[in-house]
T-cell receptor
Framework: GIQVEQSPPDLILQEGANSTLRCNFSDSVNNLQWFHQNPWGQLINLFY???GTKQNGRLSATTVATERYSLLYISSSQTTDSGVYFCAVDQTGANNLFFGTGTRLTVIP | KAGVTQTPRYLIKTRGQQVTLSCSPISGHRSVSWYQQTPGQGLQFLFEYFSETQRNKGNFPGRFSGRQFSNSRSEMNVSTLELGDSALYLC????????????FGSGTQLSVL
């Protein structure tokens, strides 16, 4: 199956700082989603972004499918941004959804 | 609009038993998919149901099965539980499938002793 790697695995930020999370995938994909899992385990969809750039408040995401990566930008981070960020892709023809390894973000006040 | 509801929230079972988990999707959503999350393997796709039919399936043994009812509610069953089945089981719903925006429930934490 497709390999989905996220970096960095762990990130500690001071409140107010900016960050960039990366998702690399090893094969062609049809779609890509970014999720945030809060400390209580709830997964929230942040972006559905098969290609291009989208913005939602302090968050934005860019996917370059031809180069097999996606980036999630978090600006002016807040303590509520803490948790684990996952990307998920569906490999062309695989009828499956593959999740990345996750980036654990801790924002300290 | 109510979100995705999973029951129960926590479950403790012993090896060899079977377990059934329930998921009620967002009203109007016809696709329900299931996922297993463990510290070692991360998040893995189990299967997806759409209009009472299993449409996509991940790489899990036949002990893991599911079904979907005419009101789109779904159940997942695990038979002959093993210690390694201890995990957070999440379900998600969407309008038409796993290839569009997914909405997740809070999960069922299963512990197998």
């Amino acid at each position: 199956g497709i390999q989905v790697e996220q970096s960095p695995p762990d990130l500690i930020l001071q409140e107010g700082a900016n960050s960039t999370l990366r998702c690399n995938f090893s094969d062609s994909v049809n779609n890509l989603q970014w999720f945030h899992q809060n400390p209580w385990g709830q997964l929230i969809n942040l972006f559905y972004i098969p290609s291009g750039t989208k913005q939602n408040g302090r968050l934005s995401a860019t996917t370059v499918a031809t180069e097999r990566y996606s980036l999630l930008y978090i600006s002016s981070s807040q303590t509520t941004d803490s948790g684990v960020y996952f990307c998920a892709v569906d490999q062309t023809g695989a009828n499956n959804l593959f999740f990345g390894t996750g980036t654990r973000l801790t924002v300290i006040p | 609009k109510a979100g995705v509801t999973q029951t129960p929230r926590y479950l403790i079972k012993t090896r060899g038993q079977q377990v059934t988990l329930s998921c009620s999707p967002i009203s109007g959503h016809r696709s329900v998919s299931w996922y297993q999350q463990t510290p070692g393997q991360g998040l893995q796709f189990l299967f997806e149901y759409f209009s009472e039919t299993q449409r996509n399936k991940g790489n899990f043994p036949g002990r893991f099965s599911g079904r979907q009812f005419s009101n789109s509610r779904s159940e997942m069953n695990v038979s002959t539980l093993e210690l390694g089945d201890s995990a957070l089981y999440l379900c998600a719903s969407s309008g038409t499938g796993i290839y569009e925006k997914l909405f997740f429930g809070s999960g069922t934490q299963l512990s197998v002793l």
